[in-house]
């Protein structure tokens, strides 16, 4: 089965500091995409970034970046001078199979930046 | 902004009666997504179209159904409402052909009491 797995239920972090998500999942895949989404108080479902698995850079967005280690099958997010709108449910994502359209989400962290 | 929108945004139903959700979309984008919140369990796929009259299940199928009779609208039935159903429902499209990203509507909270 492919699964997503995110061990922090929820985390703290005082403004401007910098915190770390964890995701790990499991694929037989070579080649697949992953994505951080952002559920913020609103409810809406925000892409915060994405990793090609082939490229071995992490992909970066503003202060947002990501740690993907392919061979232990981790991609952790991490928010740099964290901000008080990063407060939010943090949900790693995956395509499971290749050619497969669905995605698989974790189970979410909850995010709160602390003033 | 992906224009998708969910109709209605909040309902309140009683238990044994049929509830439909509404998806719309404004780019005819192929492929559209119902998935369901609920806490401890993120997000989970109730059932997903690639086009019209075309639909599978997902991991959470069972007491729903779906329709698609055009490209921009993705219906969601649930036939006999039940208050395990109660939950946050969104609809997402797919956008990029390549990394299967998904953009998402603002959900639609159901209450079946």
């Known amino acids: 089965a492919q699964t997503v797995t995110q061990s922090q239920p929820e985390m703290s972090v005082q403004e401007a500091e910098t915190v770390t998500l964890s995701c790990t999942y499991d694929?037989?895949?070579?080649?697949?995409?992953l994505f951080w989404y952002k559920q913020p108080p609103s409810r809406q479902m925000i892409l915060v970034i994405r990793q090609e698995a082939y490229k071995q850079q992490n992909a970066t967005e503003n202060r947002f970046s990501v740690n993907f280690q392919k061979a232990a099958k981790s991609f952790s997010l991490k928010i740099s001078d964290s901000q008080l709108g990063d407060t939010a449910m943090y949900f790693c994502a995956f395509p499971p199979q290749g050619g497969s359209e669905k995605l698989v989400f974790g189970k979410g962290t909850k995010l709160t930046v602390n003033p | 902004d992906a224009g998708i929108t969910q109709s209605p945004r909040h309902k309140v139903t009683e238990t044994g009666t049929p509830v439909t959700l509404r998806c719309h979309q404004t780019e005819n984008h192929r492929y559209m997504y119902w998935y369901r919140q609920d806490p401890g369990h993120g997000l989970r796929l109730i059932h997903y179209?690639?086009?019209?009259?075309?639909?599978d299940k997902g991991e959470v199928s069972d007491g729903y159904s779906v329709s698609r009779s055009k490209t921009e609208d993705f219906l969601l039935t649930l036939e006999s409402a039940t208050s395990s159903q109660t939950s946050v429902y969104f609809c997402a499209i797919k956008i990029r052909g390549d990394s299967y990203e998904q953009y998402f509507g603002p959900g639609t909270r159901l209450t079946v009491t």
């Open positions: 694929t037989s895949e070579s080649n697949y995409y």
């Open positions: 179209s690639y086009g019209v009259k075309d639909t």
